[in-house]
């Protein structure tokens, strides 16, 4: 014990420590089944060439330290033991060279490179094994400690420090694919390797080298060899993270090759209520069927339920895709087995092509994701990006841009349709319509832009612009005194699941003192069918304040009639299609006229959209409709251009 303790041997205990790190590397490392073979048995090899090193100092320093030690084995054995500790530290730097390189994917693809990397740690070895046979390079004092002859013994070093500039140079072209903590580690691992070198050589003590290794091998293991995040336990394939490195990486060193795609109908849903067990059989079948025709064994599994493989020095058009492709599905045609009960899976394959097609990770996400939408409406083997209307998908996406900042550019303004009152003869309620004018696009319809909105997230802040819009017009104009009654505004679908909707609305009217039965707020058909209890207190709630509900394109839904007495809304207005089609067709009068009766005989209100023609006004009124909205009367106009008109019509 006082050998350990000793501060004068304290590099046994350094020496002591890093193999005990050594074999919680080895050991954890021989549990884990790694993504990456090469990389795995590269690794295995750095924990091997790290175990001599760290034995053979600890045989060193007992024997330095330890007479009973020294007693019992010779000079010779030790000055041995010494020249395969100082062997296996510098085979260490060609092999986690090898190691990130593997981790890269990068490989030299000539003997000459091969060779050419191998020179300095040849050398190093031979210089080393020289000392079996001539002292010219180094030699042993009586203490059994190495010394280097000056500049013939220096020369190791110098081939050692050769492989650092080329792993930062690896480091600098291809980390950027990796995550922050990747990134990291990497940098950790060769600084502790790369610090242990002078340390070594100030201190005359190996040990403090040999212990930063092993720290920087166990960095390594909860990192790199972590299989968690490059490795789906479940598959056995790639993970995403794993897919998008090897994307990146290919990227960067510029080569060719072809992302394959295997998209199996509805696979999340089948396997949605099954054991994890259960699915790791079903998805591990088809990662080893799929790993035979990917022999470079690049092969993803997604999220979705897709996998993903890639071909290396291939393009779309290439005979080797449309194989793969008629193969797979020809597996496919027989049944998966899963709990020993047989399934049939049903599968569609594409193709995307870098860097001619795609030329980044994130141009590969859109185009994947325009493809596994429309990939059931194509019936083709292999679905290719030269099938796809790139162009209108490339529309969407400078809609989705130009919506994510319409408010802070002030592209939006709200219009406004005056509704005609068919009892008064006035124009006493109004609908809020939202227009968007770009510099560049001009004007882009609402039908375009509100799905995108809905889409990205910003119909929330765009509806309360609305609103808060409509407030702020009936509070600082005309508006009330020139006969206008109430105003309404569209909720849409995003709003109305959100639980804090009542009181959104309610706040904003007691901002511009605006009274609740000024408001009346449209939902549509689809969002009355599926109310639920969050939007049915949202409701309630605003129409014991005294808002008005409206009931937006009726007629165009599936609902049952039986439904219309429980759907708390004070008026329903009949869609411009139900309108036009009524003065087209007998039959279609006939269900607009039956709509109206009904909906009359519950005693609520009816407006009429789409009203164009002096014939059919005067028709809607006869049948009894109480408001008349459309372009007969007055088209969607801006705020002044509105309270004019109400000006000129309502006195």
Known sequence: MELITNPQTFHICFSISSLLLVLVSLIINSTEELYDSRQRRLFGMIIFDALVLNLAGLFHYLWSYSDIFRSSVSIEMNNAIVIIEK????LLAYLSTLYVMAIFRVEFDTPFKKAFLFVPVLYSIGVFLSGFVTDYFFYFDEHGELEYRYFQGATVNICLFIYFPYVAYLYVRYARGFSTEKMLSLIAYFVLMLAGIPIRIITRSSSIFEFSVSLALLLCVYTF??????????????????LNFAITNNLTRKKMFTVFGVAIDRLDVIIGGSSLEMISELLSQITSYLRHLCLEGNIFYMDDGSYLMIFNGVDPDDQIIEKTAEQIKKRFKEPWVMNEQEMKLFVKTYSIGFPDEVNSLDKFNEVRGIIQKVLLRHNRDVLRVSDLNLKHFEHDKRIDSIVKRALDDGLLEVYYQPIYNTKTGKFSSCEALLRLRDPQLGFISPAVFMPIAERNGTVIAIDSFVLSSVCEMLQTSTAVELGLEYAEVNLSVVDCIQTNLASSVLKTLSRFEIRPDQINLEITETVAEDINSAMDENITTLIDRGVSFSMDDFGTGYSNLSRIATIPVEMFKLDKSIVQSAFESETSYMVMLNYVKIIKK??????????ETEEQAKQIIRIGCDYIQGFFYARPMPKNQFLEFLRQNNT
């Open 87 to 90: 062997i296996a530290t510098y």
């Open 225 to 242: 060899q972590n299989p968690s995040e490059f490795s789906d336990s479940l598959s056995g394939a790639g993970t995403k993270n794993a």
């Open 602 to 611: 519950l005693g609520k209100k009816i407006i009429a959209e789409g009203v």
